[in-house]
Nanobody, 117 residues
Framework: QVQLVESGGGLVQPGGSLRLSCAAS????????MGWYRQAPGKQRDLVAS???????NYGDSVKGRFTISRNNAKRTLYLQMNSLKPEDTAVYYC???????????WGQGTQVTVSS
């Protein structure tokens, strides 16, 4: 069984930085695509950033130039470095991992990020 556990969220002032981590567990699990999503109260869950096995990345328009997604395959951990944080970045951040064969998607429990002075 695959489990994703996020960590690294918290309270930060505007302009500050945080690094989120997502650790994957489960025997022989290897994701084809991993990503970060976020959901603010009353809003839909939106893509923040994704990274596939070829190293290609995709970022939401609102975070381009400020956030960086990366992955350590040896540690089976996905990261999201968030710089120049804004109050509108406040949300619960979720980690997602997808496999193509068979097609499956796994979610973490989420970690709260609050940007406020």
């Amino acid at each position: 069984q695959v489990q994703l556990v996020e960590s690294g969220g918290g309270l930060v002032q505007p302009g500050g930085s945080l690094r989120l981590s997502c650790a994957a567990s489960g025997s022989s699990f290897s994701a084809n695509l991993m990503g970060w999503y976020r959901q603010a109260p009353g809003k839909q869950r939106d893509l923040v950033a994704s990274l596939n096995n070829f190293g290609s990345t995709n970022y939401g328009d609102s975070v381009k130039g400020r956030f960086t997604i990366s992955r350590n395959n040896a540690k089976r951990t996905l990261y999201l470095q968030m710089n120049s944080l804004k109050p509108e970045d406040t949300a619960v951040y979720y980690c997602d991992a997808q496999t193509y064969t068979p097609p499956s998607s796994y979610w973490g429990q989420g970690t709260q990020v609050t940007v406020s002075s």
